[in-house]
């Protein structure tokens, strides 16, 4: 469903593996999209995370999604960056989108 959701992130040409998550355990990738930014993410370790999983720029205007579990985020914003808190269950994946083009 996700992958339907977000297939513009998911074709992308230029998916960025690897990026650096907020917690250790935790795993991200990127792809972009049209007006979007979406992260994959996996959760390594053997007990759920609950926090900060990203930091990364933010865009004014921006709304933020936690795609995997169809939840509204609402990160700290400080100094242009967004802090995406979310909830990831042990060694499961995650999901979050950064959508400023609605």
């Known amino acids: 469903m996700v992958k339907r959701q977000y297939a513009d992130c998911f074709s992308s040409d230029n998916p960025t593996p690897w990026v650096p998550p907020a917690a250790a355990g935790l ?12 992260w994959t993410l996996y959760n390594g370790r053997p007990k759920t995370y609950s926090g900060v999983a990203l930091i990364v720029p933010h865009h004014k205007g921006a709304k933020y999604r936690d795609a995997w579990n169809g939840l509204d985020l ?4 400080e100094n242009g960056v967004a802090k995406i808190a979310i909830a990831i269950n042990p060694q499961l994946p995650g999901c979050v989108v950064q959508d400023w083009g609605q």
């Open 27 to 38: 795993t991200a990738n990127l792809f972009t999209g049209k007006n979007r930014k979406l």
């Open 74 to 77: 609402t990160p700290v914003i």
